[in-house]
């Protein structure tokens, strides 16, 4: 079925050092990935997204670039911050047969904390 | 741009209790979603809806009910809360099906004592 895998649990920085979390997921279908954040008792916001391959996408200092033939999208920042502290969703969009909709399926998430 | 409520932010309830959850949104979106948040297990999809009446299944189901009275509001209905079960709902809106983004309600905290 289809499924993102998340690795890290949880990963702690020095602020100013880079950030790579990973995610890949699985599907016999196009693939449309999302990346959501949540800051604490905070909703869960649109970081990015995309379903162009080999092509890099950037919000807010956050990259990532979908991979097809690795079926990966990792997150990536060069230099993190201590806002930058907060829950990591990666999200993989297909669509249901049923109802012709796209529906989420969400990897387990990953805590980013940052320290000064 | 809009907002999603969520009431009540926390929630206590008892074993065996029926517990309601309620969602408005004011982005006149189409699609809305219920999830349930646990630890280290991501956002899972309980029920979703695309328009007024419709319900559509998630992979959670299972002990829940749901409710799309309107355009506006979505309901979910935990039929028989479980000993100890602590979770976070969220509520969620798109604009309609395929790939729109999903914007989030600031989410119900449930503890069933």
């Known amino acids: 079925g289809d499924s993102v895998t998340q690795t890290e649990g949880l990963v702690t920085l020095t602020k100013g050092l880079p950030v790579m979390l990973n995610c890949t997921y699985q599907?016999?279908?196009?693939?449309?990935l999302f990346w959501y954040v949540q800051h604490l008792n905070e909703a869960p916001k649109l970081l990015l997204k995309?379903?162009?391959?080999?092509k890099r996408t950037e919000h807010q200092g956050f990259y990532a670039t979908l991979h097809k033939s690795s079926s990966s999208f990792h997150l990536q920042k060069s230099s993190v911050q201590l806002s930058d502290s907060a829950l990591y969703f990666c999200?993989?969009?297909?669509?249901?047969?049923?109802?012709?909709?796209?529906?989420?399926?969400f990897g387990a998430g990953t805590q980013l904390i940052v320290i000064p | 741009g809009g907002i999603i409520t969520q009431t009540p932010k926390f929630l206590i309830g008892q074993e065996g209790q029926k517990l309601t959850l309620k969602c408005q949104q004011n982005?006149?979106?189409?699609?809305m979603y219920w999830y349930r948040q646990d630890s280290g297990k991501g956002l899972r999809l309980i029920y979703y809806?695309?328009?007024?009446?419709?319900?559509q299944k998630g992979d959670l189901s299972e002990g829940y009910d749901a409710s799309r009275e309107k355009k506006s509001s979505f309901s979910l209905t935990v039929t028989s809360a479980q000993k100890n079960e602590m979770a976070v709902f969220l509520c969620?809106?798109?604009?309609?099906?395929?790939?729109?983004?999903?914007?989030f309600g600031p989410g119900t905290r449930l503890l069933v004592l």
């Open positions: 969620a809106s798109s604009i309609g099906g395929g790939h729109d983004t999903q914007y």
């Open positions: 599907t016999t279908y196009s693939p449309f």
């Open positions: 995309s379903s162009t391959d080999n």
């Open positions: 999200a993989l969009s297909v669509i249901d047969r049923g109802s012709a909709l796209g529906r989420l399926h």
């Open positions: 982005f006149n979106h189409d699609t």
């Open positions: 809806s695309i328009t007024e009446n419709d319900l």
